[in-house]
Each structure stands twice: as structure tokens, then as C-alpha cells.
């Protein structure tokens, strides 16, 4: 069945360090991909979506494009803010369901 | 904004005990969601609705049920609560396909002790 894997948290960075968090998927047919952000005490909020291969969501400074050839859809940001500090989720919509990664927790120090 | 709100944000029930979480959403959406949120797990899929009345098995529905009687309202209940399911309960809605990006509550941290 249809499967998201994204990296394994915390990760802890600096401000104005760069970041990526590594998402890839498995699906039957041709689904839309998604970043979600959870920032504490808050539910889910969508950062930025992508719904068809080669397609570039971006919002807030991250960008994350969707590779259909490596099934990707890697979060990137250039200059993290300690206000980025939160539990980052990639997910994937196809026929009646998303499907949510794991979550990646975040922590950027000043 | 869409708002979705959450009866209780904190909830601490015993074990047997019939529990209902209420969700409220303003922006007329057709579709409504339960997940649960467990840590490593991420959200996992208990019940969904498209319409008023109308509701299908996520990939967990066990131990649960669900009702929708008006279009702004999603109610999940709780039978007989047991301890595994404490848990984080979020709740989301939509509108027009179910692909489409879903508008979060700040969800209800449920204790079973």
C-alpha cells in the first residue's frame, strides 16, 4: 500500500543554518504531496503542497519539489529562524486518503 | 481563516467510561476527519465523513464510532474507553476532493487511566 518515510528526528540545527528533511513515498498512482508543520500546543498547518511530478511548492522560505523518478518530495530551507522550531510532517493524498509521514522534530538554537 | 475547534483541548477519563470529542468546523466543508497522533507514528486514520450522515473506516476505526448529523459537526466517540487509547486526537476537515489540504484543530490530549 501507499507509504510515506521522511528522516528520523530530532534535528537539531543553528540559526541561519540550512536544512533539509528527507522525504520519500511509495503510491500506486499519481498522488499529491504535501508538507505540514506542527508548531507546540498547535494542530497541523499546511506549509506547502506539490501535486504533480516536477512541480515546486514554496512558502515561508521553504521549497520542496516533487521528483517522480527518486518518489521525493525533500523539505528545504536556506537560512533557518528559531521561530522554525517545530514537528514537520510530509504526507500524501490519492483517492480517498492521506497518508502522513512519521513527523521530523526540529530544533534550531539561536 | 477556517477554524476548527476542539471541545477539550485536555481530557482525563477512566477505563469503561463512554467518551465524546467534538468537532466543530466554520467554513462549510464537506469532508471531516479523526486521527489519532502517537509519537513515531505519526497521524494514523480513524474515521472520515464527505457528507452530512455519510462516514467510512480509516485504518484504525476499532474501538471507535463516529457521527455527523449536521455539516459543521464530526463527533468521534469512544464506546468503552481503555487505556491504549490515550492518545492525541486531531481532527480535521476539507473541502471539495478528499486530496486536497485539510484545515487542522489544535487537537485533544485524551488520558485513560
Known amino acids: 500500500g501507499d507509504s510515506v518515510t521522511q528522516m528520523e528526528g530530532p534535528v537539531t540545527l543553528s540559526e541561519e543554518a540550512f536544512l533539509t528533511i528527507n522525504c520519500t513515498y511509495t503510491?500506486?498512482?499519481?498522488?499529491?504531496l504535501f508538507w505540514y508543520v506542527q508548531y507546540p500546543g498547535e494542530g497541523l498547518q499546511l506549509l506547502l503542497k506539490?501535486?504533480?511530478?516536477?512541480d515546486k511548492g514554496s512558502n515561508k522560505g521553504f521549497e520542496a519539489t516533487y521528483r517522480k523518478e527518486t518518489t521525493s518530495f525533500h523539505l528545504e530551507k536556506g537560512s533557518v529562524q528559531v521561530s522554525d522550531s517545530a514537528v514537520y510532517f510530509c504526507?500524501?493524498?490519492?483517492?480517498?486518503?492521506?497518508?502522513f509521514g512519521a513527523g521530523t522534530r526540529l530544533f534550531v538554537k539561536a | 481563516d477556517v477554524k476548527v475547534t476542539q471541545s477539550s483541548r485536555y481530557l482525563v477519563k477512566r477505563t469503561g467510561e463512554k467518551v465524546f470529542l467534538e468537532c466543530v468546523q466554520d467554513?462549510?466543508?464537506?469532508?471531516m476527519f479523526w486521527y489519532r497522533q502517537d509519537p513515531g507514528l505519526g497521524l494514523r486514520l480513524i474515521y472520515f465523513?464527505?457528507?452530512?450522515?455519510?462516514?467510512e473506516k480509516g485504518d484504525i476505526p476499532e474501538g471507535y464510532s463516529v457521527s455527523r448529523e449536521k455539516k459543521e459537526r464530526f463527533s468521534l466517540i469512544l464506546e468503552s474507553a481503555s487505556t491504549n487509547q490515550t492518545s492525541m486526537y486531531l481532527c480535521?476537515?476539507?473541502?471539495?476532493?478528499?486530496?486536497?489540504?485539510?484545515?487542522f484543530g489544535p487537537g485533544t490530549r485524551l488520558t485513560v487511566l
Open positions: 506539490a501535486t504533480k511530478a516536477d
Open positions: 467554513m462549510d466543508h464537506e469532508n
Open positions: 504526507a500524501l493524498s490519492e483517492g480517498f486518503k492521506t497518508i
Open positions: 480535521a476537515s476539507s473541502v471539495g476532493t478528499l486530496t486536497n489540504e485539510q484545515f
Open positions: 503510491a500506486t498512482g499519481y498522488p499529491s
Open positions: 465523513s464527505y457528507d452530512v450522515k455519510m462516514k
